[in-house]
């Protein structure tokens, strides 16, 4: 009896997580309608890596909706439409471990991006030198989350648009793809970011006068000490050259072949005196 008591309370657990699952996956795949995401909500993960993790998860739902219904859209194949992003984001969450990820952002994303296609895709074409058609179906669903960002989350600085946008490409798109990537970006961040681009370039000007005027400074001071250098060399030269009684040569006694100028006028007088007395006495005699 205990046993099959422990059975029913846990087929009604079991029965009640299905219940609460099947709930959660109905309001995911449901039209977001005119809801709206808070990117600061305390109930989702709001840190930098899980908007990440939802730039990540929305370029692959939003690769997955331009290859299906989007194409079939264009193509005016209307029958076989049966991919819709609500649809495709209820899947995302069902099949993925989604705790770490940005919710609210990447259902945004994923409602947004596909009602505004066509004022994304204008955006786009005004900067590329091919068809938006002709793209890369990686590149565009990129390409369509930076216009996204840079036209309607101006809270996020368009550099850091850009590197997302080349980060997501180094984990989906071809090698040589950032190229082209980041000259659309770069370009329609100049268009819808004037005003911040503006003032980035102005910062990056007075760093770098600041860090000339510091290294002209440097030099002058560098050529100063140089000089100082080779003046106190010249006086120390000028000094060791000078004769002083330190320096004068010094006279051994030892040395008998060493003439002595102030004994030998002494001698030479003595001797003078001698002979002129001499002289003398010759004379009287």
């Known amino acids: ?52 993790k939802a730039r990540r998860f929305a370029m692959q739902g939003l690769y997955e909706w331009l290859v299906t219904d989007r194409r079939f859209d264009v193509d005016g194949k209307l029958g076989w439409k049966a991919n819709a992003p609500h649809d495709i984001a209820a899947r995302t969450r069902a099949t993925n471990a989604m705790h770490t990820v940005h919710i609210g952002y990447y259902h945004e994303m994923m409602r947004d991006i596909p009602e505004q296609i066509e004022a994304l895709d204008a955006l786009i074409s005004q900067h590329l030198d091919r068809e938006v058609d002709k793209l890369d179906t990686v590149e565009h669903a990129i390409l369509l989350i930076g216009a996204y960002e840079l036209q309607n989350r101006v809270e996020i600085p368009y550099k850091v648009v850009l590197d997302e946008a080349m980060k997501l490409n180094n984990h989906f798109g071809a090698t040589d793809a950032h190229k082209l990537i980041n000259a659309v970006l770069d370009k329609m961040a100049g268009e819808l970011r004037a005003l911040e681009v503006q003032a980035d370039t102005n910062a990056n000007l007075r760093t770098s006068q600041k860090a000339a005027a510091k290294q002209s400074e440097a030099s002058s001071a560098e050529v100063t000490v140089a000089d100082n250098i080779e003046a106190t060399a010249e006086t120390e030269s000028a000094i060791v050259d000078e004769p002083t009684a330190s320096n004068k040569p010094r006279i051994s006694a030892n040395k008998a072949n060493v003439k002595r100028s102030s004994a030998s006028k002494a001698s030479a007088n003595i001797s003078d005196f001698k002979a002129s007395k001499k002289n003398a006495n010759d004379t009287k005699d």
């Open 1 to 52: 009896m205990t046993d099959q008591l422990k059975r029913a309370i846990s087929a009604a657990k079991t029965a009640q997580a299905n219940d609460g699952q099947a709930e959660a996956t109905r309001i995911a795949s449901s039209s977001a309608g005119d809801q709206t995401f808070d990117m600061s909500e305390s109930s989702y993960k709001t840190s930098h890596t899980a908007i990440r």
